[in-house]
């Protein structure tokens, strides 16, 4: 069994499982999803071990199980960098969200169920090689997230969890269709593209047969479609997951969502959702329409900067903590943008590093915001306040994820914006249809960005936990003992292992990231000789 | 050699790491040892280095490795041994080790004094990563290291809503100068293809600028330079460095007057080959406008200095001044005499901030000189090695700052800044004035205090005899110290002292002292008078110019409304407009719908099925 067949039947096994346990036996529900979870983490290190940036071969780890041939359909699973690196993100994440979820008393069995059906659902998308699975697994993953928020939820400021969960599912469904749409659209064209022609596959020649359609990513990869075709389609994958990324101006599901979300959704629903969003405009839309990326991302440099600068400012003028982390993760969705917009090696690789770097880190100010909304039923700042005192663990957690999350070398978001970030000085981004070329601007609008996140994350650190300590807060209890700090500890190492050693993750991200690359480079000259 | 640099550099990392993590270590005794003995390992290493390195030595690690065989960029680690970064690391070790140990007495009784040790390791890390970087982004990092390690400092006393504040802006003024800083460094990058100063170096020196615009190279000179300045807190960069006087004072003593805000100074010199006439082209007029903004701060930092009555603001606007002479003798382009400078101060200053804290700590945590005084004959030790301090910084012969102060006034003549020679001649004389005030309000007089004030004990006087010897002693080195820098490249030409310009300066300072007795201790109700006569003048020093009112109206006001105005943006634009739009029409349309077509009646169904029947048939034959 290779390693992605296991990852992905962990947690559906146990959600599977799950269906026959007395409900009432609440620890051994815990007990298994947390070693579900486990299998998952342990899984997906060995993965990150056992990567080899040598191999000529695209996808490791690869599994085929018939589905339906006269469709072409079968589960594919493979890895490459880019895959390998969010599944370990996302392992990292639902390890510690199933850690934190102690404090769900409610429905324990349910919730269980859903997050483990949740999680399957995106190891499934990262780890999918065949274009119907992909959407398969996505909408796994969206419907366990809509009933984990209609149920467990909170109200988000003036908005009610119902609300919040029925525009999170409308936007992540609406996206996902219209993706659906380009997809349908490439597998025709891209299987007819194919007929007869003889192409590489694991290693062997493969020839497809004329008049047979296949949802194999692999191969579709290898049609090189008309340069029309891939620049009308290519608008309509990218609109699709740009929903989820969130992109602006699509965003406004996202900060409402997380605010809405109880603690270890907020975490996956931050660290993990919003990256398939990413990950989908990389593997597909890079992937199979690499022409219609050459042609259209700049337009998408320019765009970014408004997450960037605009999510920044929102932020500052929050006074709830989630929706600060919430705006803050749409401002940082804006640099894996600008970072993928450049379309050069240095660039993509910082944008996935980000995805990773960001995960981790937003899954951990949700972990250490739900921990003290647990006791204080607040999140408002200004009804916080020196809480330092009383939470000197957490509250020091939560200093260094303010940092984190404002690039303070160390941390493996620094690293990795600084890819970013330098990725795009020398990048020429061509808007296209107007002949404009603009060049500096994003990045200048990056750097300021950091300049942005400082001011509203030092702000909430100053008025959350410095300063007198308000009595209400003097009998909030710390996180104790080993079970209760591994989850945050081992996401602050996670960031600060990956921080100080980043060739670890970088070198693998970079093999996948150069091999997509290859094809969406020059992309636009191949393309436009077929017709 | 350099093994023992990367040894150097990290020891205090893991002091940090280890005081940090280990709470029973973080209670004990154990952690301040821990934490002076790697400061003064680096004092040793610096000796290790300063009498075995000859030629420059260097090491560097790939962090991020990104390079294809055609191309693509590394982002390096690395340390350079040469007499540049020794100089510093000697400043640093032998300072730093001074004050860890003053620390000990001063920190006495404070229940958290573990967790002051690592954080104030982690200075130390973030310090000497400054000063051993062979590479701008290396530079950077350590850079932001240091910022972060500055504002946890100066919060220390977290429960103190003003220390929080400093330490926020702090971070982020040079948060903003960093913003400059880096696209400088991108710019740099661009033009000469490397991060490596000595790549950079051999770029320029070899004409691979030669055509590009003076414009473009004095806008990157120019940017880099707004790094250092946030740093060292240049105008109009200045505002966070008196309010860092919030930290514990060790801390202001270490980082706020005599290593860390000496690291823009440091930087300047080490990318010396962005400022000057090198390889054939001009870095436009870079220079000349950092000799313009190390002058002005000169000036009104020592402006500002005379209306403080807080021991420690006004040492830290004399640290502003001086940071802008060392700033003026890098426009001129005397990089070695600017690093002397800032060896000289960097031991006076500390002694005088230490002789603060020591006047502090033995008042029971007075500062404010109106409620000091006549500390003369209860503080002896402390009031003699302040003397000391006060002399080398005011320049009198034969004390460091006489020496160094001395270069920076004949470099400034040599290159022709006459305006900037006069303004710096001033100012040492100002710099005398608000020293002899601050001298005679906190020694002379009668004690104005409640508590009763007590010498400080030995482990707090040991450390300012030492930098009392230094300081007064470090002048007669700066012929070695000359020698030394000019087999670094960065030496442009050697200077010697000009007596006639030591004799004007020496005159300009005496009369500064001469004011200060009048004024202060003779016939100290003239001083007030003098301050109702001018109003204006004194109501524009008190406000600092209104430099940080300005500031603050921006971050409040505009910056504030900016954000309140996106927000309103997103929730009645976005959410309710489009978002909220979208939802209405669908609703109606939904409506409509039903309204006008699920009508229950059979004839309406007819019809509409008759015009579906027609309209498809019209379709059919038409195409």
């Known amino acids: ?531 | 050699m350099t093994d023992l640099a990367w040894i150097c550099l990290f020891a205090p990392l893991v002091a940090a790491v280890w005081i940090g993590v280990s709470p029973r270590f973080r209670a004990g005794a154990g952690a301040p040892r821990l934490a002076i003995a790697t400061v003064l390992f680096a004092f040793v290493c610096s000796l290790i280095f300063l009498f075995s390195v000859h030629e420059p030595l260097q090491s560097s690690i790939a962090w991020m490795d990104l390079r294809t065989p055609g191309g693509g960029i590394v982002i390096e680690l690395g340390v350079i041994l040469d007499q540049l970064s020794i100089l510093m690391l000697l400043v640093v070790g032998a300072v730093g080790s001074a004050i860890f140990i003053f620390a000990l007495g001063y920190m006495k009784g404070d229940p958290s004094v573990g967790r002051f040790y690592a954080k104030f390791a982690l200075f130390v890390f973030s310090m000497l990563g400054i000063v051993f970087a062979n590479n701008f982004l290396m530079i950077f990092i350590f850079w932001e290291l240091v910022g972060v390690s500055s504002y946890l400092l100066i919060g220390y006393y977290w429960q103190k809503p003003s220390a929080v504040e400093a330490g926020k802006k702090a971070f982020l003024v040079n948060r903003v100068a960093d913003f400059g800083f880096l696209i400088g460094i991108l710019m740099i990058w661009q033009l000469t293809g490397s991060f490596r100063f000595d790549d950079i170096q051999q770029a320029v020196e070899a004409g691979a600028l030669t055509g590009t615009s003076g414009w473009t190279l004095g806008l990157a000179a120019f940017l880099i330079f707004i790094g250092a300045a946030g740093k060292s807190a240049q105008f109009p960069f200045h505002v966070w460095l008196p309010d860092a006087m919030e930290g514990p004072t060790p801390v202001s003593a270490l980082m706020h007057a005599a290593t860390m805000v000496a690291a823009g100074v440091y930087m300047v010199a080490r990318t010396f080959f962005c400022f000057g006439w090198t390889g054939g082209v001009s870095w436009g007029d870079a220079a000349e406008v950092m000799a313009l903004f190390g002058g002005l701060t000169a000036f009104l930092a020592a402006t500002m200095a005379l209306v403080q009555n807080d021991i420690k603001k006004v040492l830290a606007y004399s640290t502003l001044s001086q940071l802008g002479y060392m700033v003026m003798a890098l426009g001129a382009g005397a990089y070695a005499v600017s690093m002397f400078h800032l060896t000289t101060h960097a031991f006076f200053k500390a002694l005088l901030f230490l002789c603060a804290g020591s006047v502090i700590y033995g008042c029971h945590h007075e500062q404010d000189m109106r409620r000091l005084g006549g500390l003369r004959k209860k503080m002896p030790v402390t009031f003699w090695t302040f003397t000391v301090g006060m002399f080398a910084l005011t320049g009198i012969f034969p004390f460091a700052g006489f020496w160094s102060k001395d270069l920076i006034l004949d470099a400034l003549h040599e290159r022709e800044f006459h305006g900037l020679f006069l303004l710096s001649t001033l100012t040492a004389g100002l710099t005398a004035l608000y020293m002899a005030r601050a001298w005679f309000m906190t020694f002379f007089g009668k004690y104005r205090g409640r508590a009763e004030p007590h010498e400080s004990p030995r482990v707090m006087t040991g450390p300012l005899v030492f930098l009392a010897i230094c300081s007064a002693s470090a002048g007669f080195f700066y012929g070695g110290a000359q020698g030394y820098l000019s087999r670094w490249q960065g030496m442009v030409s050697e200077l010697d002292i000009n007596v006639s310009i030591a004799i004007v300066s020496s005159f300009v300072v005496l009369i500064g002292y001469a004011a200060g007795w009048y004024f202060f201790f003779r016939k100290p109700e003239k001083a007030e008078t003098v301050a109702r006569r001018f109003p204006a003048l004194h109501r524009l020093l008190l406000h600092k110019y209104y430099i940080d009112d300005f500031y603050l109206w921006v971050v409040r006001s505009v910056q504030q409304t900016i954000a309140v105005f996106c927000r309103l943006f997103e929730e009645r634009v976005i959410v309710d407009g489009m978002v909220g739009g979208t939802v209405r029409a669908a609703r109606r349309a939904g409506d409509g719908l039903r309204k006008r077509f699920q009508t229950g009646r059979i004839t309406q169904y007819a019809y509409v099925f008759l015009a579906g029947i027609t309209l498809l048939v019209i379709v059919m034959v038409v195409l």
């Open chain 1, 1 to 531: 069994m290779s390693l992605s067949l296991l990852i992905l039947l962990a947690p559906a096994t146990a959600t599977a499982y799950l269906f026959t346990v007395k409900p009432e036996r609440k620890g051994h529900i815990r007990r298994v999803a947390i070693g579900a979870s486990l299998v998952t983490l342990v899984g997906a290190i060995l993965m990150w071990t056992s990567y080899d940036p040598a191999s000529t071969e695209k996808y490791q780890f690869l599994t085929e199980i018939e589905w339906a041939p006269s469709l072409g359909l079968a589960l594919r699973l493979g890895a490459d960098g880019i895959s390998m690196a969010m599944v370990l993100l996302t392992a990292f994440v639902i390890f510690t969200g199933t850690l934190i979820s102690r404090a769900i008393e409610q429905h324990v069995k349910e919730h269980y169920i859903l997050l483990m059906a949740l999680v399957t659902g995106v190891f499934g998308v990262f780890l999918s090689l065949d274009l119907f699975f992909f959407y398969f697994f996505y909408e796994m993953a969206v419907i366990p997230m809509f009933l984990l928020i209609g149920v467990w939820g909170s109200q988000a400021a003036k908005y009610s969890k119902e609300y919040a969960t029925m525009k999170l599912t409308l936007y992540l469904t609406a996206g996902a269709v219209l993706a659906l749409v380009g997809l349908l659209a490439v597998y025709f064209k891209g299987s007819e593209a194919l007929w007869g022609q003889t192409v590489k596959l694991a290693g062997e020649s493969f020839t497809l047969e004329t008049g047979t359609y296949t949802f194999d990513m692999r191969l579709l990869e290898q049609a090189v479609l008309p340069a029309a075709f891939q620049n009308a389609w290519f608008p309509v994958v990218f609109l699709g997951f740009a929903c989820i990324i969130p992109m602006w101006p699509l965003h406004s599901w996202s900060p409402i969502g997380h605010a809405a979300a109880p603690s270890a959704v907020s975490m996956l629903h931050a660290g993990v959702l919003m990256k398939l969003g990413a990950y989908g405009v990389l593997r597909l839309g890079y992937g199979l329409l690499p022409a219609g990326a050459e042609h259209w991302m700049g337009w998408v440099a320019l765009l970014c900067c408004m997450n960037i600068i605009y999510g920044g400012m929102v932020a500052m003028a929050q006074r709830d903590m989630k929706f600060i982390i919430g705006f803050s993760s749409s401002s940082h969705m804006g640099y894996v943008l600008l970072g993928l917009a450049t379309l050069g090696v240095t660039g993509v690789t910082g944008a996935v590093f980000l995805m990773f770097a960001h995960g981790i880190m937003t899954a951990l100010a949700f972990a250490l915001v739900g921990y003290i909304y647990d006791q204080t039923h607040t999140r408002v700042i200004d009804d916080w306040g020196g809480l330092m005192k009383p939470l000197p663990f957490v509250g020091t957690c939560f200093v260094i994820m303010a940092f984190a999350s404002a690039g303070l070398p160390g941390f493996a978001n620094f690293a990795s914006e600084l890819l970013v970030i330098v990725g795009s000085w020398n990048a020429g981004f061509e808007l296209a249809g107007t002949g404009i070329t603009v060049r500096y601007l994003p990045t200048i609008a990056a750097i300021w960005g950091l300049v942005v996140t400082g001011t509203y994350m030092l702000r909430a650190v100053r008025t959350a936990f410095y300063g007198e300590t308000n009595p209400r807060w003097e009998g909030l209890r710390d996180a104790r003992g080993w079970s209760a700090k591994l989850p945050f500890v081992l996401l602050v190492l996670v960031l600060a292992y990956t921080g100080f050693f980043p060739h670890l993750i970088v070198e693998p991200i970079e093999n996948g990231v150069r091999a997509v690359l290859e094809r969406v480079n020059g992309a636009s000259a191949l393309a436009e000789a077929v017709r």
